[in-house]
């Protein structure tokens, strides 16, 4: 818990504070924001750990909620002094609808602008995604761009377009006056792939891995860099941005800062391989052991599948047209924005963030 020297008398409110970064921005939060009277976390479904947490000096206070909802946001909101708003449907797989991709994400932020307007809440920090840039659907690659990098943002899948367009919302409501006639300020934080404790995606790889014989196959060129952050940095850069967003508004209002920290630049699959290989799994191929156009071909029929079978049952496997085609494009980040606008620095190094991951993933694999 965090040192409580300072007075307690600030509120924090964290929607999807139940999730995979979620939950993390909750654990930094009551570790490192002496100033906590009581935390907020609101969430479509709370998890049980939040149990755990209510025997603390802060008071947290578990709401279940949806973002859709614009009255149960506004109650969730009121007298809220900060507003961390990570809720989102992170769909690549197909599994929603684009309404709903669009419900969630775009009404949803609304919503929460609303809300803090409303109520007078001052201060929100939105969890973008590199999305927001690309890859784009050019294929164009990013190779180790900043936030002032030119670059042709053009998306078709719902989920980029929503967050874009949520972004947008964001940035725009920055400087609007909120109830009691001071100005609200807002930020966007833009997460590269997070990886870490509690991500679903590198457990998948695993237990895939674990039914091939310990094997994964490449199916991506290594030269193919995805950029990747530590969940842990992440949680860390969202802490540090909402105490220094009161400080420094006229320098950080309606800004969006890229995520990052000092994980290696590899492909996907590679940089996956970090904490699979320490788990007894081998990525066989030194290149993509299929031709790119049978890919191309089995994402599709992939996609087919999905469609045809939808009435009877959700197919959503990794491989669909939009992730083949994520994974093929190089998106990597190098930037210092956020050290030179609000002093962060990665709270873990690379060789701590991995440890961590491999250390989880071999529990996961335990409790499969
Ligand atoms: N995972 C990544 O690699 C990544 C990268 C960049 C940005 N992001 C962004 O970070 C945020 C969190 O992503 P995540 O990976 O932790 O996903 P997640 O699915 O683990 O967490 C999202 C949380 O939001 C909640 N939620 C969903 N719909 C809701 C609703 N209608 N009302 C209230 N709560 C709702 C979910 O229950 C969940 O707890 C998202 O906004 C996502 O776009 C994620
Ligand atoms: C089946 C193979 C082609 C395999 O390599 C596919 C990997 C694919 C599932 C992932 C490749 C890139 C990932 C995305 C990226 O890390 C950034 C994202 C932005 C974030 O806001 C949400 C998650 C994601 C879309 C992430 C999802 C998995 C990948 C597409």
Redesign the pocket.
């Known amino acids: 818990m965090a040192d409580t020297a300072q007075a307690q008398e600030l509120v924090y409110l964290v ?2 504070g ?5 939950e993390h921005v909750v654990q930094m939060l009551l570790q490192r924001e002496p100033r906590l009277r009581e935390l907020r976390v ?4 709370l998890s049980p750990w939040l149990e755990e947490l209510k025997t603390g000096p802060v008071q947290v206070t578990a709401i279940q ?4 909802q614009a009255h149960e946001v506004e109650a969730a909101v009121a007298g809220a002094h900060v507003v961390i708003h ?5 769909d690549v797989f197909g599994r929603s609808s684009t309404k709903t991709i669009y419900d ?2 775009v009404q ?1 932020t609304q919503n929460v602008i609303d809300a803090c307007v409303q109520t007078g809440t001052r201060f929100l920090v939105y ?5 927001v840039v690309g890859p784009n659907t050019r294929g164009h690659p990013f190779y180790r761009g900043n936030e002032d990098t030119p670059y042709e943002a053009v998306h078709s899948h719902p989920y980029p377009r929503s ?1 874009a367009l949520a972004e947008r919302l964001v940035l725009e409501a920055n400087g609007r006056k909120v109830h009691g006639g001071l100005p609200l300020v807002t930020c966007a934080l ?5 990886y870490g404790e509690g ?2 995606i590198i457990r998948d790889f695993y237990h895939q891995g674990l039914r091939l014989g310990c094997r994964l196959f490449r199916t991506i060129p290594a030269s193919v860099e995805h950029g990747r952050v530590y969940v842990g940095n992440v949680a860390w850069m969202h802490v540090l941005v909402a105490r220094e967003l009161e400080k420094r508004e006229e320098l950080m209002g309606g800004q969006t800062y890229f995520c990052y920290d000092n994980s290696p630049y590899k492909s996907y699959e590679d940089f996956n391989m970090e904490f699979l290989g320490p788990c007894g799994l081998r990525l066989v191929g030194t290149r993509p052991l299929v031709p790119y156009w049978l890919l191309v071909f089995l994402a599709a029929l992939n996609a087919l599948l999905q469609w045809l079978l939808r009435p009877l049952l959700l197919y959503a496997p990794l491989l669909n047209p939009y992730t083949l085609a994520m994974a093929n494009t190089t998106f990597t980040v190098s930037t210092d924005k956020a050290q030179r606008h609000f002093g962060y620095e990665p709270l873990f190094s690379w060789e701590d963030s991995r440890s961590r991951t491999i250390r989880w993933v071999q529990t996961t694999g335990s409790a499969q």
């Open positions: 929607t999807g139940c999730g995979f970064l979620g609101f969430d479509l479904h909620g949806d973002v859709t990570t809720a989102g449907l992170v969630v994400n949803g969890t973008s995604s590199m999305e967050k833009r997460p590269t792939g997070i991500h679903q």
